[in-house]
Every structure is written in C-alpha cells, then in structure tokens.
C-alpha cells in the first residue's frame, strides 16, 4: 500500500509562489492517479490539481494558470508549483492517490498566504 508524506508548505506573502510536494513510498507513485486537495477552515476539501497514470494534468479554475502539477518518477515524488497566489489559496493542502480499490491521503502541508 502507498504511503505519501506532504511537504512544502508554509506562510508565503501575495504574490509568493510555493512548491509542495508529495513523497510516495511502498509503491509507485505513477500507478496511481494522485490528486492535490486542499480544505480552508469551515470550508469542504476541494480538488485543486490532478495527474492521472498516463501523465494527464487537470487543474480547478480557481488555480488554473498559476500551478503547475508534475512527477517525478525517479524520486516518486509529484509536486504543485503554486504562483501568484493569493490570500483566498490559504488552506492544508493534502496529497491523494487513488486507483482500483485503494484511496490514500497524506497528512497535509498548511499553506497560509498573508501580508
């Protein structure tokens, strides 16, 4: 079974740019479609960025723009580079990855975008 560990996170000022990261372990993390969440308080964890088995990135419009989401396979490792960002991205930001019959979380990373 994956086990994934979020980093990357911290207090970043508007207009910053952070870059998380997802380490898988105990499985490959290309064997699964691994998705970045992220939950504000009082809020519903939403879907902010996707990439599939094949390679396919998806992304929310919210974010759409100014992240980028890839993989490294080497390091079994998939990052979100976030630009620009705003005040309204302050949430914890978690790590899934998901395939037939499994659905894994991290422990999330807080990101807080403040002056």
Do not use: H
């Amino acid at each position: 079974q994956v086990q994934l560990v979020e980093s990357g996170g911290g207090l970043v000022q508007p207009g910053g740019s952070l870059r998380l990261s997802c380490a898988a372990s105990g499985s490959r993390v290309s064997l699964y479609t691994v998705g970045w969440y992220r939950q504000a308080p009082g809020q519903q964890r939403e879907l902010v960025s996707a990439i599939t088995r094949r390679g396919d990135q998806s992304y929310a419009d919210s974010v759409k723009g100014r992240s980028t989401i890839s993989r490294d396979i080497a390091k079994n490792t998939v990052y979100l580079q976030m630009n620009s960002l705003r005040p309204e991205d302050t949430a914890v930001y978690y790590c899934n990855a998901r395939t037939f019959g499994i659905n894994v979380w991290g422990q999330g990373t807080q990101v807080t975008v403040s002056s």
